[in-house]
């Protein structure tokens, strides 16, 4: 069993940045592949970006690619999301997930544990 808190998500201009974190507990972590999604309100969870166990796999959503960078560190048992350059339409409620596989996935049911989320609010 894997369980995880996400932290740093809060209020914050356009154009602005903040780092979320995800730390999980349970002595696999390292073997699982993790991943970041979001949900706005009357929107459906979306994939933003996931990594290997090893850091070198690290897809990113076409709307996040070149301002969101994914990163673990293995021996702390978390995992970040720099988020920079905001934007309003970045506004959401952000979950992190694992899955029993090394590799990451970009698809929700892909994932076998969840967070319960931080939400993230981009001023304009």
């Known amino acids: 069993q894997v369980q995880l808190v996400e932290s740093g998500g809060g209020l914050v201009q356009a154009g602005g940045s903040l780092r979320l974190s995800c730390t999980a507990s349970?002595?696999?972590?390292?073997?699982?592949?993790m991943g970041w999604f979001r949900q706005a309100p009357g929107k459906e969870r979306e994939f933003v970006a996931a990594?290997?166990?090893?850091?070198?796999?690290?897809p990113y959503a076409d709307s996040v690619k070149g301002r969101f960078t994914i990163s673990r560190d293995n021996a702390k048992n978390t995992m970040y999301l720099q988020m920079n350059s905001l934007k309003p339409e970045d506004t959401a409620v952000y979950y992190c997930?694992?899955?029993?596989?090394?590799?990451?996935?970009?698809?929700?049911?892909?994932?076998?544990?969840w967070g319960q989320g931080t939400q993230v609010t981009v001023s304009s």
């Open positions: 997930a694992s899955r029993r596989k090394s590799v990451p996935g970009t698809g929700i049911y892909e994932y076998d544990y």
């Open positions: 349970g002595r696999t972590f390292s073997t699982y592949a």
């Open positions: 990594i290997s166990w090893s850091g070198d796999s690290t």
